[in-house]
């Protein structure tokens, strides 16, 4: 659910680092080069498909055989779909037969373990208690990444329940899917909630994955594992059958590789929905032919006479508790977006400090999770162990020992339970004004008008939690790597490698509500300019290859 800054407060512990970096580059079979699949793009996959250099169903093999190979060392997967070999093989006849239904066209794609699926897979959120449950239809993420072509591989490992339930636990970690490693430095927190979706996409286990946000899950993932996230406006994407925390924060998007491969993604999603009726705001909901066209938006020039602020205040409060790699990166990042064209101003949140010290954000969240979670529950076709609100769910969590209480603890729960008020209440209503407050006028949105600014920048550790508040966009790009010679930090908990060498971190442009065709333009402008995710490679990365599903057929 949240993100946290306090990295530099936690002790610091001495590892000597010994990481060395190969080179990956694609394979040459039979005269033919093969993309590596931890740098390929949308594009190349696609141009592979349509030669025949590949199939649908290579590509799923080899991606199966990737995760395989990884899995128990890094635990990202939770689930494979069984039967996304035969909806490969239908995409590879469907287009040996001349249909295409659109670029995802039999591209496979792992989608994180909250949001369900009507077929044989479980949807958890990490929880025992929801193994073996049953949603009446796929949920419309799913079902608009199916009508696109793509083949839903699998699902992700996430921290459990996106991070909305314990004060003691670890990014990455559920009870049903165990702990999740990040890639670039052994036992690297992946950071959360959608922790698979980022280690996956980031050392080519999918082309791309999606991940969920209600403050920070997509983001920061995404921060730590090299790669771009676009969380969108809340209500661009349906979160119909997503196990939710807050209908007010909570929005479904894309985490990959490239700017371009994450706009393919978010056009196969975006869109209204008769299941989510937050979706009817959007814009062009009631004609769709005005939809924007997010991949046509990757343009180098897009920086070019634009007005792009700084939340400098942001920078001055929070830096202090912000790394000084990072720091130097955006300083940097800063200054080249002013060469590509754009004219930079400090674009403030004044109601920062204010909102630091307030405590609505929690109650209205709390509320939300009340309501949202019981809504899902009653949702379900199949519920195994009968759980139809947050109560019965805390005792299924406090009793069942898989679910590792009391040592991780349910203090998020417990506080939600106390309050006892749920979103229909009328204490809800100021407490959300207030909160709209803090991310609008105060923050992200009244900074962008009074500055009349198109997008807002800050190093994406920072980024979150003020976009949140209102809903509005936000999309990270790599941006830099600790140093070689960093010092490891570890978590609260101890059990993971929070900073440590070659560790990466990411830019964020903040913009309005529905601006991500703008946000999308920005980032590819600053990604084809900087290339920041090809500088270092992951310690680990599977070593099967297309190349050896294609040779050994
Ligand atoms: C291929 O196209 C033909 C003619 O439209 C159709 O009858 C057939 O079912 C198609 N086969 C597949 C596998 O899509
Ligand atoms: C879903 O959970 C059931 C019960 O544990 C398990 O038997 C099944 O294999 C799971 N499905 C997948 C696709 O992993
Ligand atoms: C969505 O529907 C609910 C209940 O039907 C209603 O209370 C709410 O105001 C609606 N929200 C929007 C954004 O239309
Ligand atoms: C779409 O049409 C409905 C019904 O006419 C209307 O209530 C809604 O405001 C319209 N949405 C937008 C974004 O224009
Ligand atoms: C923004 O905040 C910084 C740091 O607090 C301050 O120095 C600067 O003057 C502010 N800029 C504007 C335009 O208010
Ligand atoms: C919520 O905001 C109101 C209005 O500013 C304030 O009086 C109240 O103390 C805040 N509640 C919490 C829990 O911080
Ligand atoms: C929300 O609160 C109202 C008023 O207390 C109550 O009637 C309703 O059952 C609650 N809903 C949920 C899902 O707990
Ligand atoms: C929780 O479990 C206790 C002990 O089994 C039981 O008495 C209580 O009714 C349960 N509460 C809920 C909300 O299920
Ligand atoms: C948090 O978990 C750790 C590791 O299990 C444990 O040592 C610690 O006592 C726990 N803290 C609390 C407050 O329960
Ligand atoms: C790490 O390397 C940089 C550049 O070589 C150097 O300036 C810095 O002092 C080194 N830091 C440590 C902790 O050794
Ligand atoms: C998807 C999956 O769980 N694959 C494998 C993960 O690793 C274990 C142990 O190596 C295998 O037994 C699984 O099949
Ligand atoms: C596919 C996968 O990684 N499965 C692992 C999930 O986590 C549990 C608990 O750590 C492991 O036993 C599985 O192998």
Known sequence: MRTTIVTALLGAVSLVSSITVPPYTGTIIKGQQFPSLIDVTLEDLSTGLESGLFTSVDLVTAYMDRINEINSTLHLVTELNPDALSIASQADAMRANGTVVGPLHGIP????NNIATADAMNNT??????????VPRDSTMAANLRKAGAVILGKTNLSQWANYRSDNSSNGWSAYGGQTYAAYYPGQDP???????GVASSIGLSLAALGTETSGSILSPSDVNNLVGI?????????????????????????????????????????P??????????????DTSAKPDYVAACDYNSLAGKRIGVARNVLEIWGRYTDAPVLDAFEEAVSQIEAAGA????????????????????????????SNLANYLSELTENPYGIENLAEERNFTQSFPAEAYPSRDTAVWDSALEQGWNNTSPKFWPAYQQNLYYGGEGGILGALARTNTSAVLLPTQLSPSIPALV????????????????????????????TGPHVPFGLSFMGAKWSE???????????????????????LVPNIELADVVGAS
């Open 231 to 271: 969380k969108p406006t809340v209500g661009l994407t349906s979160r119909y059958l997503v196990i939710p925390i807050s209908e007010h924060q909570d929005t479904i998007g894309p985490m990959a590789r490239t700017v371009k491969d994450a706009a393919y993604v978010l056009q196969a999603l975006a869109g």
């Open 343 to 370: 004219t930079i101003v400090d674009a403030n949140f004044t109601a920062f400090e204010a909102w630091q010290e307030d405590g609505n954000g929690t109650l209205v969240l709390q509320a939300d999770f009340l």
């Open 191 to 197: 950071s959360g909630s959608s922790s698979g979706s």
């Open 273 to 286: 929905d008769q299941y989510d009726n937050y979706t009817s705001a959007i814009p062009w909901a009631n």
């Open 517 to 539: 065709a703008d946000l999308i333009g920005f980032a590819y402008a600053y990604e084809q300019r900087t290339r920041h995710r090809e500088e270092v490679q992951p310690y």
């Open 125 to 134: 959120a990490g929880s025992f208690s929801l193994v073996g449950s049953e």
């Open 109 to 112: 794609i792992l989608i994180k």
């Open 471 to 498: 809903g509005s966009p936000v999309i990270t790009v790599p941006m830099g790597f600790y140093p070689a010679n960093w010092t490891v930090t570890m978590n609260a908990r101890g059990n993971l490698v929070s």
